[in-house]
T-cell receptor, first 104, second 113 residues
Framework: KNEVEQSPQNLTAQEGEFITINCSYS?????LHWLQQHPGGGIVSLFM???GKKKHGRLIATINIQEKHSSLHITASHPRDSAVYIC??????FGAGTRLTVKP | DAEITQSPRHKITETGRQVTLACHQTWNHNNMFWYRQDLGHGLRLIHYSYGVQDTNKGEVSDGYSVSRSNTEDLPLTLESAASSQTSVYFCASSRTWGSGELFFGEGSRLTVL
């Protein structure tokens, strides 16, 4: 069993829909990263959070350290949000990623 | 602008050859990492370094080595390339361990024939 589990593995949405991607982990952590990988491979850091909630534009990340769970939300999704979203613990354990496709 | 660069971006080599992938960052970050990304496995940590002269093994370090002679560079060497090492390799850096934003290179696609 992976120490970092993401769900769903694949997600298809219509433009404008509200998206939620979940990340659960079985190890104690001090912080968690959310990363975005576009087709073509580049990886960009979206958030690093250790408690509560962070917001950047249409992206919102939340974390509950005690429950070992984090979520990434995308409001008003757009086709340019199509990418693989990856969560990673502060000690570099990665989830397998969630492939998001947003259709116009 | 500060950046992190990898080279080569694409390489094809033969089984048994030595290969070195370069990673160079201009943020003056102490922490640098090497990962491989394979279908079905996601990103896996190969080696990491907290600073000059420091190197540590990650989850999948067998067959790989790194050296850290300065802050800017962490080259990854495959001493004797194997077909199982065909993968996409990413280098990353961060200012602080565990609480700092990660910055990734663009990746190096290695094919071992």
């Amino acid at each position: 069993k992976n120490e970092v589990e993401q769900s769903p593995q694949n997600l298809t949405a219509q433009e404008g829909e509200f998206i939620t991607i979940n990340c659960s982990y079985s190890v104690g952590i001090s912080a968690l990263h959310w990363l975005q990988q576009h087709p073509g491979g580049g990886i960009v850091s979206l958030f690093m959070l250790s408690s509560g909630k962070k917001k950047h534009g249409r992206l919102i990340a939340t974390i509950n350290i005690q429950e070992k769970h984090s979520s990434l939300h995308i409001t008003a999704s757009h086709p340019r949000d199509s990418a693989v979203y990856i969560c990673a613990t502060a000690d570099m354990r990665f989830g397998a990623g969630t492939r998001l496709t947003v259709k116009p | 602008d500060a950046e992190i660069t990898q080279s080569p971006r694409h390489k094809i080599t033969e089984t048994g050859r030595q290969v070195t992938l370069a990673c160079h960052q201009t943020w003056n970050h102490n922490n640098m990492f090497w990962y491989r990304q394979d279908l079905g496995h996601g990103l896996r940590l190969i080696h990491y370094s907290y600073g000059v002269q420091d190197t540590n093994k990650g989850e999948v370090s067998d067959g790989y080595s790194v050296s850290r002679s300065n802050t800017e560079d962490l080259p990854l060497t495959l001493e004797s390339a194997a077909s199982s090492q065909t993968s996409v390799y990413f280098c990353a850096s961060s200012r602080t361990w565990g609480s700092g934003e990660l910055f990734f290179g663009e990746g190096s696609r290695l094919t071992v024939l």
